[in-house]
């Protein structure tokens, strides 16, 4: 595939809610890494809005997904398959353009599949100090202190502007702004204390 096709299957893929490591993203549009975080440089100037999940386990994904597509089960893919088959021994002329269609079909069955895998959990609750503080933060627009576990169990301070809760795998992250990387960043919950003074 071409780079605008190869562009726009990563963003369906991302559009799944699903987060994608670079390696995999390079190996689902077969494709190398570099060119990966190439056409996430392009998408972000374009002004889709991809973050990054930083850590071991982190990677690319979008917040909110409001994309939808056409349902295609497995049912349908056989019975096309079996069509080209039948067409392929009477060498019907519009072969390659058939297939063509099919192998459209089967990669927006393997997106769609792709959703249920995982979602992001934008509506959280919790009832830690924690949560009701960047909560109220949230509400007010305002920025707060806290000390934040860095991967290396290392407390450090840091201004951020709160946006926005989600869920992964069971533990609650909050989105802000980071003053100390000038930029967006995932903080986990359990991860941060409320510096008072």
């Known amino acids: 595939m071409g780079k605008i096709s190869n562009a726009i299957l990563m963003l369906n893929y991302l559009n799944t809610g699903n987060k994608y490591t670079v390696k995999e993203l390079s190996e ?14 392009e ?9 990054t999940f930083m850590g071991p386990s982190g990677g690319y994904y979008i917040i ?9 089960n497995k049912y349908d893919v056989q019975l096309l398959e079996s069509v080209y088959e039948i067409l392929k021994e009477s060498d019907y002329i519009f072969l390659d353009k058939y297939k063509n269609i099919v192998d459209k079909i089967k990669q927006t069955k ?4 792709e959703k249920s895998k995982y979602f992001l959990e934008n509506t959280v609750e ?15 627009k305002s920025k707060i202190l806290i000390l934040y576990e ?19 795998n069971d533990k609650i992250y909050v989105t802000a702004f980071c003053e100390l990387r000038n930029t967006i960043r995932h903080f986990e919950l359990n991860r941060i204390k409320i510096n008072k003074k």
């Open 28 to 41: 689902k549009l077969g494709i190398t890494e570099r060119m990966v975080r190439y056409y996430k440089a």
């Open 43 to 51: 998408l972000e100037s374009a002004g889709v809005p991809i973050e």
């Open 64 to 72: 909110n997904c409001t994309y939808q597509y056409n349902l295609f």
């Open 110 to 113: 393997d997106i769609e599949e």
């Open 126 to 140: 919790d009832n830690s100090e924690v949560y009701f503080l960047l909560k109220e933060a949230m509400s007010k």
């Open 150 to 168: 860095n991967l290396n169990q290392v407390w450090q301070e840091r201004y951020i502007h709160p946006i926005q809760f989600f869920k992964y």
